[in-house]
């Protein structure tokens, strides 16, 4: 059974850092790209970063690019999202999510219908 789960969210004072992690089950990273996605109440979900082992590529959306980054520890199976100079704008419900066509989501950016599996989401709020 595939699983993704999420954890690490929580309340940070605007320009302090979180680290969300993304406990994979069930596949392994070879196989998909994974996917950071933030939706914030009454938005669409936005995806903001992918990565692609097998690829070796890495999207990141201009809203977190240089403020986040994404790493994976492959013997643990996880993904984590680095999230550095938070902002109150980035308050949001972060889900991770798993993607087989890989090439794409690291060219263009992950898009929600692609994707393939969804974790249950951790919350991030910063406050001003």
């Known amino acids: 059974e595939v699983q993704l789960v999420e954890s690490g969210g929580g309340l940070v004072q605007a320009g302090g850092s979180l680290r969300l992690s993304c406990a994979a089950a069930g596949f392994t990273f070879d196989d998909y790209a994974i996917a950071w996605f933030r939706q914030a109440p009454g938005k669409e979900r936005e995806g903001i970063v992918c990565?692609?082992?097998?690829?070796?590529?890495?999207y990141y959306a201009d809203s977190v690019k240089g403020r986040f980054t994404i790493s994976s520890d492959n013997a643990k199976n996880t993904v984590y999202l680095q999230m550095d100079t938070l902002k109150p704008e980035d308050t949001a419900v972060y889900y991770c999510?798993?993607?087989?066509?890989?090439?794409?989501?690291?060219?263009?950016?992950?898009?929600?219908?692609?994707?393939?599996?969804w974790g249950e989401g951790t919350l991030v709020t910063v406050s001003s």
């Open positions: 999510a798993a993607d087989r066509g890989q090439m794409g989501c690291v060219e263009y950016g992950p898009h929600y219908y692609s994707m393939d599996y």
């Open positions: 990565t692609s082992r097998r690829l070796g590529s890495t």
